[in-house]
């Protein structure tokens, strides 16, 4: 072992914390983790200078000193700066956040730099950054995979393309158009038929409201209105419910088809999900397979499963393999 091991850091920032993760660069091993609170009413300085005690500190309860860290990343949620940046490496600050608008426009890069002069910096989406803990940490570690697809499930449907370790951006995959049809959905970006309008909160939601119109019988209709989620629609399917179960089918019907597409793009070696909604990608995983399936171009059929990373992981594993990645490079 070296006498003096490097280490790197990586961040999961969100509305109401920071998380911070101490990394042993050479191993990739996470050594241990802790979280600063945010507070809505402090400065951007004010957050930033709370992440650093905290950094510090854990630095500290891990035998390391700061003047071995060798890199950090900073994953977070909202639009990042400037827009021309296309690598981690060229992102600065956020341009919007939709928690933390005290951070818009403040420099990270900047501040880091001036806090830990030499420490490379880096910054990524929380979206890319879940890709990128699978990547790192996940089934892109397995050999026969270099190309993988991946989907973030939640208020929205988000998605990355990594090839041999390198994300394809930009990559708004849930606004590929799945139904062209004259009943199709409207998305929230006012676009018809988008994946987005069916695979996320909402839209499962709405498929469930379609069936419950067609079928009186369903239990779907003893889930109170202000109550329609998809872990109630999950909990009826469970049960053995036909309306739940089609709704999930329907989903999974949906992001089949967006999952052809892509396959005549890229032919990914594996698909991984991810997000509050893939702890019910089992009832959507049989409608899935059953479409990309029936492909009769493609023979080559990819590995299709939710993430084992587990969701609150997700974000420090991927800042964290950016920053050991940095280190390497």
């Known amino acids: 072992m070296a006498s003096n091991p490097k280490i790197a850091i990586g961040y999961d ?4 914390g920071c998380k911070t993760g101490v990394f042993e660069a050479n191993s990739g ?5 802790a979280t600063s609170k945010i507070i809505p009413s402090l400065s951007a300085q004010q957050v930033f200078d709370g992440i650093c ?13 700061v003047s071995q860290i060798a890199s950090a990343c900073l994953a977070t949620a909202g639009t990042l700066g ?26 990270f890069r900047h501040a880091f730099n001036k806090q830990w002069p030499g420490v490379r910096f880096l910054m990524e989406n929380d979206a890319n950054a879940a890709g990128w803990a699978d990547w790192f940490y996940g089934i892109g570690q397995e ?23 390198r994300m394809i951006r930009p990559a708004e995959l849930g606004h590929v158009i799945v139904d062209y049809g004259e009943d199709a959905l409207q998305c929230g970006c006012g676009c018809y038929g988008c994946t987005e309008a069916y695979v ?15 079928d009186p019988d369903t239990k779907l209709h003893t889930i109170p209105v202000d109550a329609l989620d998809p872990l109630p629609i999950a909990e009826l399917a469970r049960a053995g419910d036909q309306g739940a179960q089609e709704t999930y089918a329907q989903a999974g019907k949906y992001l089949g088809r967006l999952i052809w597409n892509i396959r005549r793009v890229c032919l990914p070696d594996a698909v991984v999900v991810s997000g509050n909604i893939s702890r019910s990608f089992d009832l959507m995983l049989p409608s899935i397979e059953e479409y990309v399936r029936q492909d009769p171009l493609l023979e080559h059929f990819p590995v299709i ?3 084992g990373l587990g969701a609150d992981k997700a974000g420090i594993l991927g800042a964290g393999g950016l920053a050991i990645q940095a280190v390497r490079t």
Not at 86 to 92: H, V
């Open 200 to 214: 996320s909160k909402g839209g499962i939601c709405r498929l469930a409201q379609r069936i419950m119109a067609k």
């Open 53 to 65: 005690r905290t950094t510090e500190a854990l630095v500290r309860s891990t035998g390391h000193s």
């Open 143 to 165: 050999k026969e995979v270099n190309t993988l697809l991946g989907f973030t499930l939640g208020t929205g449907l988000g998605g990355y393309i990594i090839i041999n370790g």
């Open 13 to 16: 920032l969100g509305g109401q």
């Open 82 to 107: 400037p827009e021309s940046a296309q690598e981690p490496s060229e992102i600065d600050h956020i341009l919007i956040s939709p928690n933390i608008p005290q951070l818009n426009g403040f420099s």
């Open 29 to 33: 091993e996470l050594l241990s983790t």
């Open 305 to 307: 499963r939710a993430t």
